[in-house]
């Protein structure tokens, strides 16, 4: 049977008296599971409050008795392995058996770089995740805390989530696509001669909430403008990169050459894919708002699924 769990970005404006409203109401409505973000900062490129996920676990842990709890997710790239375990395992010793360990490779780049914490290519990611699993481990000495991978990666994430998940996480586009990789996850069990059906499968989606629909369309206009706003950020960083990478002097007879146009088009087509019409979706009435879009003006004919937006 379907299970209905919630979601906080810990690091888009939540403090400590919102957060054990959250956990408060979770418990006491019913929800399944309570998970949070780990960040060190807002993903949107704003300067909001912000929860550390572990300390807010333990909190919620003390805090319920039921509810299942975990981090969506600790990027291995933020922990020494075994510091982590040992983490995770006081959590799960604190909420009586009830954590399950969401782990991820990292992502955000102007976060590991702001806070100098570094980040090497997705192969060396990877290898550190799965180096990282068997390390933080050996600190489970009391209960074999399940592990949570997310993702829809088709050769590291799906291997990885195969041979060590008990739980995979998609913040899928839609349930074709969603159908399409369960299908492929269900595949490598097999070929690892693991159960399929011990992999619970999970989905992840942002809605935008309001008392009513004005409220709800003043919310949809600020996670608009918020993207609109990181995505031009993330466009000039990515140009002071390759600018940075044309005043390099040619090395062992290697020239590098960067032609604008088919930067600007790779920008383009990012930033379409970035702001295409994301469903939202509003409760009490129910309505589906769609955002603005670029794509008309843009010079590019690819276009991807976009993901749902966040909660404010």
Not at 36 to 49: A, I, K, P
Request: hydrophobic letters at 40%; a positive charge; glycine letters at 8%.
């Amino acid at each position: 049977m379907a299970q209905v769990g919630v979601m906080i970005e810990a690091q888009e404006g939540l403090n400590w008296a919102r957060w054990r409203h959250i956990v408060t109401d979770a418990e006491r409505l019913g929800f399944a599971s309570l998970r949070t973000s780990d960040h060190l900062q807002s993903v949107m490129g704003v300067d909001r409050e912000s929860l550390s996920a572990w300390p807010a676990l333990a909190l919620a842990a003390e805090w319920t008795e039921r509810i299942q709890l975990g981090p969506m997710v600790s990027p291995m790239t933020f922990y020494i392995p075994a510091v982590l375990g040992r983490i995770a395992r006081a959590v799960d010793e604190l909420s009586g058996g009830r954590l399950i360990l969401g782990l991820g490779a990292g992502w955000n780049e102007s976060e590991h770089r702001a806070f100098g914490i570094p980040l090497p290519g997705w192969r060396g990611r990877f290898d550190k995740l799965e180096e990282g699993i068997r390390r933080l481990r050996q600190t489970f000495t009391t209960r074999e805390i399940p592990l949570l991978i997310g993702g829809g990666g088709e050769r590291r994430t799906r291997e990885i989530t195969a041979r060590e998940a008990a739980e995979w996480n998609f913040p899928t586009p839609d349930l074709a696509t969603f159908r399409e990789k369960s299908a492929a996850l269900d595949v490598r069990c097999r070929e690892l001669g693991r159960e399929p059906s011990a992999v619970r499968r999970s989905i992840m989606r942002g809605y935008v909430i309001g008392r009513d629909e004005a409220e709800l369309r003043r919310r949809v206009a600020q996670l608009a403008e918020l993207d609109r706003r990181r995505v031009l950020r993330e466009r000039g960083e990515r140009r002071e990169r390759l600018e940075h990478v044309r005043r390099l002097p040619p090395r062992h007879g290697l020239d590098v050459v960067v032609h604008p146009e088919v930067v600007v088009a790779e920008l383009l087509g990012e930033l379409c894919e970035l702001l295409a019409p994301r469903p939202c979706v509003a409760r009490r009435p129910t309505r589906v708002l769609e955002l603005p879009t670029l794509r008309d003006e843009c010079p590019v004919t690819k276009f991807g699924h976009a993901p749902a937006f966040g909660c404010l």
